[in-house]
């Protein structure tokens, strides 16, 4: 498998758990390292703009308003396979369908706050790190 990036956020139920540190440690024990990382209060537009895929879907209004609900921490991950470990670090996307031992079944509530965000594809992880980090912003380790 090749050397990737993926772009993860720890979301603002997350954070307000206080569990930053639980969640980095599960990416560091998953072989993940953290190369780019910084705590962010989302305006709405970047919020928006960020789930812009979602757009015409009916939970896109109630996943930005969670978004921007409380400050979130921004991180790119490095490693082997890393679009597809970091999702299978995070689990289902509603955290009753999640495996034992995932980010998701231990630290989400429901579908809507559910703890973490990762790149879905090696071409979307590309675009999502351009969105919060300027090249300057993530380091070689
Ligand atoms: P994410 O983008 O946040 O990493 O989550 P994901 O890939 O697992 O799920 P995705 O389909 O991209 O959906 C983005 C976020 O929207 C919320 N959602 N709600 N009510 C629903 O049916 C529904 N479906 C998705 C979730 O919070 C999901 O993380
Ligand atoms: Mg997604």
Same mark, same amino acid.
């Given at each position: 498998?090749?050397? /990737?990036?993926?772009?993860?956020?720890?979301?603002?139920?997350?954070? +307000?758990?206080?569990?930053?540190?639980?969640?980095?440690?599960?990416?560091?024990?998953? %072989?993940?390292?953290? @190369?780019?990382?910084?705590?962010?209060?989302?305006?709405?537009? /970047?919020? *928006?703009? &960020?789930?812009?895929?979602?757009? *015409?879907?009916?939970?896109? %209004?109630?996943?930005? /308003?969670? $978004?921007?609900?409380?400050? @979130?921490? @921004?991180? =790119?991950?490095?490693?082997?396979?890393? @679009?597809?470990?970091?999702? *299978?670090? $995070? %689990?289902?996307?509603?955290?009753?369908?999640?495996?034992?031992?995932?980010?998701?079944?231990? &630290?989400?509530?429901?579908?809507?706050?559910?703890? =973490?965000?990762?790149?879905?594809?090696? *071409?979307? +992880? +590309?675009?999502?790190?351009?969105? &919060?980090?300027?090249?300057?912003?993530?380091?070689?380790?």
């Amino acid at each position: 498998m090749a050397l /990737e990036r993926t772009l993860s956020i720890i979301k603002p139920d997350a954070v +307000a758990k206080n569990v930053i540190g639980e969640i980095y440690s599960r990416f560091e024990k998953g %072989g993940l390292k953290v @190369v780019a990382s910084k705590m962010k209060h989302l305006s709405r537009s /970047e919020a *928006e703009g &960020f789930y812009a895929v979602h757009r *015409e879907r009916p939970f896109f %209004g109630a996943l930005v /308003e969670f $978004m921007i609900s409380g400050p @979130v921490m @921004v991180q =790119v991950l490095e490693g082997e396979g890393a @679009v597809s470990k970091n999702r *299978e670090l $995070m %689990g289902a996307t509603n955290p009753k369908e999640a495996a034992a031992g995932t980010i998701r079944a231990d &630290f989400a509530d429901s579908i809507d706050a559910n703890a =973490v965000h990762g790149s879905d594809s090696l *071409e979307n +992880a +590309a675009i999502e790190i351009a969105y &919060f980090f300027a090249s300057t912003e993530v380091f070689a380790r």
